[in-house]
Every structure is written in structure tokens, then in C-alpha cells.
């Protein structure tokens, strides 16, 4: 089946150390985005890229660092920086967006806590 | 800055009911729009979108209006199930040169009474 993997889906770590974030997607999209989810609210931007090797800041990106050295995987790190890391991390994929306006789909989600 | 909302944060709904769920968007520029379910630990997951040029768009038991005069947009859902229970998000393309990058609105839980 087509879609996007995050992987862990809950993840656990004390404050003061740097995570990483999977995400992986064999739909053959050339964007993948990461969004950030806390209680009761939408969604917020943390970092986008449009093609493998580019990335580009979304709303909230301090604190955090992506890499896309492969079309299909866009990993995200949570620094030590970020001041409130616990939060529901979304990944999401589509194609890109100079071709036709098109939706963005979504893993599962990894769920980040910070002691 | 500009942004997508919505006005109502929970929507209860009898079985079998129709259900409205609205969003007011504020940036002029947009010029794609989609509708999302997320379920209670899952990914927003995808029902129906409408481009700019279109004022109203039609999906299996949805329909999504959009009227640009007053830059609103509402997901109308026919015979609401108790599977249908979520929170509902709208999104926009702001049309700002960022691909398909999307901002969302806030969302409308769901609840469906049996």
C-alpha cells in the first residue's frame, strides 16, 4: 500500500536531549511537510521541502532541523532548543505544488514527550 | 497575519441528521481549499477540496460550499453516522509560492448521538 510511515508512533525523552523523527513515504511525491499539533488545536508548520536537497522554514521552526537527502524520507530533529517540544508531530507529502494544486496526506503521527 | 477559523468548536448531532460544519478564511489569495477528518490519534485524513473557480463541490455524503464574497467555506455532510464522529479541519493554500503548503483552521469536533 501507498502512504507515509512515521515512526515512533509515542516517544519518550528527558529534557535536554535532541530526538529525531522518521518519516518515510513511497507515494512518489516530491513535497513532504512537518506540522505540529497541540491539544485541541490545528496545525502549525514547522519546516517544508519541494525537492530532495531544499527545505525552507514554515511558522515555528526554531528549535528544530529537518534534512532531505532522499525524495522519499524527511526526518525530523527536535532540539534541545525548542522550549516546548511535547506536542503530536504530523508528516504529510503531495505533489508538488508547480504541477496542479493538490492535498497533502498524512502519516499517523509520532507523539513526542519531554520530561 | 491572516488565517483560517472556524466558528463553532463543537457540533452535536442526532444520528441520521445532517451536519454543517463552517469556516471563515481571511486571505483573498487562496485559491484551493480542503476539508479534513482526524480521528481521535490518527492523521487528518482527507475528504473532499475545491478550487477557487468552483463554488460548490460534491463527494459521496459531503458537500463543500465555498462563497468568496464573504470568504467563507462549510463541509455539509448528508445522513451523519456515528463513524463520522471527529474533529474537522478546513485548510487553504494561501497561493504565496510555497507549493502545496496548506494552512489550517483550528477545527470543529464532531459528535454524533445514537
Known amino acids: 500500500d501507498g502512504g507515509i510511515t512515521q515512526s515512533p508512533k509515542y516517544l519518550f525523552r528527558k529534557e535536554g536531549q535532541n530526538v529525531t523523527l522518521s518519516c518515510e513515504q513511497n507515494?512518489?511525491?516530491?513535497?513532504m511537510y512537518w506540522y505540529r499539533q497541540d491539544p485541541g488545536q490545528g496545525l502549525r508548520l514547522i519546516y517544508y521541502s519541494q525537492i530532495v536537497n531544499d527545505f525552507q522554514k514554515g511558522d515555528i521552526a526554531e528549535g528544530y532541523s529537518v534534512s532531505r537527502e532522499k525524495k522519499e524520507s524527511f526526518p525530523l530533529t527536535v532540539t534541545s532548543a525548542q522550549k516546548n517540544p511535547t506536542a503530536f508531530y504530523l508528516c504529510a507529502s503531495s505533489l508538488a505544488g508547480w504541477v496542479n494544486r493538490s492535498p497533502l496526506h498524512f502519516g499517523n503521527g509520532t507523539r513526542l514527550t519531554v520530561t | 497575519g491572516e488565517s483560517v477559523g472556524l466558528h463553532l468548536p463543537t457540533l452535536s448531532v442526532q444520528e441520521g441528521d445532517n451536519s454543517i460544519i463552517n469556516c471563515a478564511y481571511s486571505n483573498s489569495a487562496s485559491d484551493y481549499f480542503i476539508w479534513y477528518k482526524q480521528e481521535s490519534g490518527k492523521g487528518p485524513q482527507f475528504i473532499i477540496d475545491i478550487r477557487s473557480n468552483m463554488d460548490k463541490r460534491q463527494g459521496q455524503r459531503v458537500t463543500v460550499l465555498l462563497n468568496k464574497t464573504v470568504k467563507h467555506l462549510s463541509l455539509q455532510i448528508a445522513a451523519t453516522q456515528p463513524g463520522d464522529s471527529a474533529v474537522y479541519f478546513c485548510a487553504e493554500n494561501p497561493n504565496n509560492n510555497a507549493g502545496n503548503m496548506l494552512t489550517f483552521g483550528g477545527g470543529t469536533r464532531l459528535m454524533v448521538k445514537p
Open positions: 507515494l512518489n511525491h516530491d513535497a
